[in-house]
């Protein structure tokens, strides 16, 4: 039976600016321009627009309780000296590598196996460094947007960070 290939268009996204960046969070939060400007102003400095970066950026703000949602007022919140204290990093690789290590061991595991195959890899490939099964941190790490699974192939999330982040937090042996 012969399978049938599916065309794949790359489609770049550029880095969004500082208005894309305002847009979003005035779209996201749904709070007034000059409340959010301040906190756009930031997240750009820090993500450099990179909207993979954001994402994980706001996701980071979010799980440290430093954007929360408050459901009384139901209204969105955020300190932005508490965040710029709050010791968010300049670093992307230092964020993705404290995202990483709160995953399942499974997923740091296969992640870092992943790391070392590149960022394109098949499920064969990667189930050779694993040396068994891939299915233990696949799903995690494929809902966490860690890895992008396209026909028979797969994608660390499509950036060079990610790898990065991967190899930082494996440890030195290995």
Known sequence: EVEE?????????????????????????????????????????????????????????????????????????WDLDEIQRGGVTDNVAALLSEKLRK???ETQTLLQRAACLGNQFDRENLALVLEGPVEAGLSEAVLEGLIQPVGGAMYLGGNDRIQEAAYQVAEEPQ
Request: no cysteine; proline share 11%; net charge negative.
């Open 103 to 105: 995953l399942p061991p």
């Open 5 to 77: 290939l599916v065309p794949v268009e790359v489609l770049p996204l550029a880095h969004l600016g500082p208005e894309s960046i305002t847009e979003l969070l005035l779209d996201s939060l749904r709070r007034p321009l000059e409340e959010i400007k301040p906190l756009a102003q930031l997240v750009h400095q820090q993500t450099g627009g990179n909207a993979f970066f954001l994402h994980q950026f706001l996701l980071s703000l979010h799980h440290r309780g430093l954007l929360a949602f408050d459901p009384d007022g139901w209204r969105w919140g």
